[in-house]
């Protein structure tokens, strides 16, 4: 058994050397084939890529990450990140070293570094140490990047699995770590080699392009690719030295490819001044370590130049510039690109000397044809801002200016008005329309309007505070100012600013700039003309073409739509027109909106009342006092329009408006209201426009009223004859009061009542009673048969009162003349507007007709209008209606009466006898009928009443025939007996005053 462990044991330690040899060979044949993959790459991101890929083959790496150490200033950049195969932006700020790098780069040797459960829990709360992925690494493996003995940089593999790195694995990143380290070298080793071509290549690019003779602006331009393509500089410049004022003129400056403005500035404050006086290279490694870090920054960002490289410029022995190269990043430059750079200067410098010889000739001659070109190109040019664009641009051609503004006088004003400014940084030029006073000019009336050119320069002692402000706010160093002469009369000025540096304007330049402003003076003149002209003819084309439209129109919307569209094109949001009505005296007494637009055609949303008094607005008022003209309120913030009015229109968001009454002979007929949503200036030629739009308008509106009037009385009177026939055809009260109410009914009235009116003695009516209605559903209340005592009902005495009239109340809710019962009763019936329509024939009131709406209900004029002719029409039918019905009710009565006695005649028994008188209450309803003799007293008064005839016979709880009672126990009185001659009537017994209890139980027992 002992040989068998024995032999067992070796078996295992074969195994396991078998093992380990077969996985050695494995990681050997990854590394060899890593070896061969990276030797032969020159691009750093795919070298550690493919790192990364044979790294995972080997050991746990979900990370692998990579930075390279420079010794000089002891700091690091990361240029290679991954994570969970993801690749991160690389790092080229350079960074502190970290405790634990810095150890590894002093020790020259691998660490290892295999996180507790709890020390990795700790560490993930240090969230500003993770990169990569939201989560920190459980086991990390270093490595150092050796180039012989000195360390270039530190490899790191890096696993979310605790334990993950023991010695196998820091012997095999050592290994991985020598072969990135000898490809890198040879990378980097080529890249010496290609920049060094590249250097060659490009310094005769230069050599080839300073001999081709160009201005120097071109030259300097072309210079600079060629560097910025070698040498990658975050800014550029190149600056020529003024002796005469010990000046450096910083002609080229260019910062992230950006070109910036040529400007001056004194030899002593830049770092431009020390290579100039020292006349030697300047190298600074990192400004931020002098005693003034921001000593470079003249131009460009705000952010801190770390590397400036500056070199002399050179012609024999004269200094004539310098020229330099910035960089953001520290250390970017050293030596090599020092001696680079003060190569290509010395290959430059007698180019640039020769390129401003170049530009000198080349100013000249350009001053001697610009006065010839400018006339022939201008002469041909109509559109006024055109003109002075290219008069401007001609004016800083040819006198080397930065600037070039041209403005115009108003002499009522006493300012001067800016038609255009060029300038090429496009938030320092004046807008258009910009006024200066008088105060701005102080050479105005000694020189300018004299013809004579004056200049400005910021340096001058005797400068006004208001002057020398302009002067600084625009940093001119320099300002020539150019009368403009039409007819010896003055009418603007040319100014052109010099911004680089103080200048003394020679003669010629004086002569040359003097002979153009007096030429544009003669083209602006006749540009203007020829665009009054085109301006008139303008005008009158929109007119007539918005005229023609006006005649079209078929409704107010269109009307205004079309009234109102070289204002939407003008960038107007909205457009209303109001209508005015007017009293019975002519006097305007309130306004009405009817349309409201946006330039779509679509409805405009409106706040504030669509109608309102026109004597609580004191707007309404001005526009009623101001017949002539239209009111312009260009801001209406800062308006003196009164508050209500104000605040009614910022609300709907508008802040500048034009009003434009329509007025025909001296009545106006509306006002038309134009509206934009920020602040607008109303030109002369937009206000000539509306002038003549609201003329047009007013005669348009004034027709289209007069035939709506004319097509309204016609509808009126197709209603009311329509109306008329359907009364005439009416055979019962019903159909009148249906035809009658039929106005009301097609604006919605819901329900109708007709009550026939009763008079007292004086005439006035005194009870109404209901006999017809109508309503547009069954669930509707109505008053049918009802009878009212009008006294008792206040809101009867409006229209007793006023008899012609129709009472209109459009809510019951609100109207003053509605008391507390009728307003409870109307809520109880679903009513909200009712038309009470008194109806009188001659001096007989006749009948009342109640409309009534479920809703609030507004009456108009041609309410009013159709309700008082159908008063009068169905006054007369309903009248006619009713004598006719009494008539017939009289014939009735008489034929009953004329029945009666016949009977009465033919009777030959007292049962006979009262069955015959009492036929006519039998026949509507009574149930029972009795005859009493009266048997009288000695002195002649009913003593006793004897029953003689009853019906119908048989009824029940009758007393016999022939039974006797006292006559007081007739109705429990003798009341009955003083008025022989009259019946006694009672509706309900019940209820009758005048019959005792007694009574009362006795006729109760015989039902």
Not at 290 to 317: A, H, I, K, Y
Request: proline letters at 5%; charged letters at 25%; aromatic letters at 6%.
């Amino acid at each position: 058994m002992e040989g068998i462990a024995n032999h067992m044991v070796v078996a295992l330690q074969n195994a396991r050397l078998f093992e380990a040899t077969q996985q050695r060979a494995q990681e050997t044949a990854i590394i060899n084939e890593l070896a061969r993959e990276i030797s032969g790459e020159l691009d750093q991101d795919k070298l550690f890529a493919k790192v990364y890929k044979q790294l995972a083959r080997l050991m746990p790496a979900e990370a692998f990450v990579v930075w390279f150490y420079d010794e000089a200033s002891h700091t690091v950049t990361r240029p290679g990140l991954y994570d969970l195969g993801e690749q991160y932006p690389a790092r080229s700020d350079p960074a502190p070293l970290s405790p634990r790098l810095e150890s590894i780069v002093e020790s020259n040797r691998p660490f290892i570094l295999n996180r507790t459960r709890s020390d990795w829990e700790a560490e993930c709360q240090r969230t500003a140490n993770i990169f990569g992925s939201s989560k920190p690494s459980a086991s990390l493996l270093f490595a150092p990047l050796r180039f012989g003995n000195r360390v270039r940089g530190i490899i790191s593999a890096q696993s979310y699995a605790f334990d993950a790195y023991g010695e196998p694995q820091e012997a095999l990143l050592v290994s991985i770590a020598n072969q990135m380290a000898a490809a890198l070298e040879n990378a980097q080793l080529f890249q010496g080699t290609q920049q060094a071509a590249d250097r060659f290549a490009t310094l005769n690019r230069i050599a080839r392009a300073v001999t081709t003779p160009a201005s120097f602006d071109e030259m300097a331009r072309e210079i600079y690719r060629e560097i910025a393509e070698l040498l990658k500089p975050d800014a550029f410049l190149m600056a020529l030295y003024v002796p005469e004022t010990d000046e450096l003129d910083f002609r080229l400056s260019i910062d992230r490819g950006v070109e910036y403005l040529p400007e001056r500035a004194p030899l002593r404050e830049t770092l431009s001044g020390r290579v100039i006086t020292g006349d030697a290279a300047l190298l600074i490694p990192d400004l931020s370590s002098t005693e003034n870090p921001n000593e470079g920054v003249t131009f460009g960002s705000e952010m801190q130049v770390r590397t400036w490289l500056g070199v002399p410029l050179r012609s024999g022995e004269k200094r004539i510039g310098v020229m330099a190269i910035e960089s953001y990043t520290p250390n970017q430059y050293g030596e090599t690109e020092s001696r680079l750079l003060q190569t290509i200067a010395d290959q430059i410098g007698v180019a640039v000397e020769r390129a401003q010889l170049f530009d000198e000739s080349e100013r000249r001659l350009r001053q001697v044809t610009i006065l010839h070109d400018s006339m022939q190109t201008l002469a041909q040019q109509v559109d006024l801002d055109a003109l002075l664009q290219q008069l401007t641009s001609q004016f800083a051609s040819a006198l080397d200016v930065d600037t070039v503004a041209v403005t115009e006088w108003d002499a009522a004003a006493r300012a001067m008005t800016t038609l255009y400014d060029h300038d090429p940084e496009p938030t320092a030029d004046a807008p258009k329309e910009t006024r200066f006073t008088a105060e701005h000019y102080p050479g105005l009336q000694d020189n300018l309007m004299q013809g004579k050119a004056e200049t400005l320069q910021r340096s001058d002692p005797h400068l006004s505070s208001a002057l020398r402000q302009d002067l600084e706010r625009g940093r001119w160093q320099t300002v020539l100012r150019l009368p403009l002469l039409r007819q010896n009369q003055f009418v603007g000025a040319i100014e052109l600013g010099d911004r680089r540096a103080e200048r003394q304007f020679t003669p010629d330049e004086i002569r040359l700039a003097s002979s153009l402003a007096n030429q544009a003076s003669v083209l602006l003149e006749n540009v203007k003309l020829f665009q009054e002209t085109q301006t008139a003819l303008n005008e009158t084309e929109i007119l007539y073409r918005t005229g023609s439209h006006l005649n079209q129109v078929d409704s107010l919307q269109e009307l205004v739509r079309v009234a109102a569209q070289p204002a939407f094109e003008r960038g107007a949001g909205s457009a209303q027109l109001l209508l005015l009505e007017y009293d019975a005296h002519g006097v305007a007494a309130a306004g009405h909106l009817v349309v409201s637009l946006l330039p779509s055609g679509q409805e405009a949303p409106t706040i504030g009342p669509l109608r309102f008094p026109v004597q609580e607005y004191p707007l309404a008022r001005v526009l009623l006092s101001n017949l002539d003209d239209l009111i312009w309120v260009e801001n209406i913030d800062t308006s003196t329009l009164d508050q209500e009015t104000r605040k009614i229109l910022l609300t709907a968001g508008t802040h500048s408006i034009v009003f434009m009454p329509l007025r025909v002979e001296q009545r106006i007929l509306g006002v038309v209201t134009i509206g934009w949503g920020e602040p607008h200036t109303f030109a002369e030629q937009e206000q000539r426009i509306y002038r003549g739009l609201a003329s047009q308008m007013a005669l348009v509106l004034n027709n289209r009223l007069l035939l709506e009037q004319t097509q309204a009385a016609l509808a009126e009177s197709q209603a009311l004859y329509q109306t008329g026939a359907q009364l005439n055809a009416a055979t019962t009260l019903s159909e009148a009061m249906r035809a009658a109410s039929e106005i009301g009914i097609e604006s919605g009235a819901d329900r109708a009542t007709l009550m026939l009116l009763a008079s007292d003695a004086r005439g006035r009516p005194e009870w109404g009673t209901v006999v017809a209605t109508w309503a547009s559903r069954t669930d509707l209340p109505t008053m049918d048969n009802m009878r009212f005592n009008l006294n008792e009902v206040p809101l009867s005495n409006h229209w007793i009162e006023n008899p012609d009239e129709p009472v209109l109340i459009a809510d019951i809710e609100v109207d003053p003349r509605v008391d507390e019962n009728a307003r409870a009763l109307y809520r109880y019936s679903q009513v909200r507007a009712t038309a009470l329509l008194p109806m009188r024939a001659g001096a007989r009131w006749v009948a009342l007709h109640i409309l009534s709406w479920p809703e609030p209900h507004t009456f108009s004029d041609r309410d009013a209008r159709l309700y008082r002719a159908v008063m009068a029409q169905a006054a007369t039918v309903l009248d006619n209606r009713q004598l006719f019905d009494q008539t017939q009710e009289a014939l009735a009565e008489t034929q009953t009466l004329y029945e009666v006695g016949t009977r009465l005649n033919a009777a030959a028994t007292l049962q006979e006898a009262l069955e015959a008188a009492a036929g006519p209450a039998i026949v509507m309803g009574a149930a029972t009928a009795s005859l009493l003799r009266v048997h009288l007293d000695e002195q002649g008064e009913p003593h006793e009443l004897e029953l003689v005839a009853l019906w119908p016979r048989e009824a029940s709880h009758a007393s016999a025939i022939g039974s006797r009672f006292p006559a007081e126990n007739l109705l429990g009185d003798r009341s009955w007996m003083e008025q022989a001659n009259e019946p006694y009537v009672f509706d309900d017994i019940e209820t009758a005053p005048n019959i005792s209890a007694v009574a009362k139980a006795v006729y109760a027992r015989r039902g």
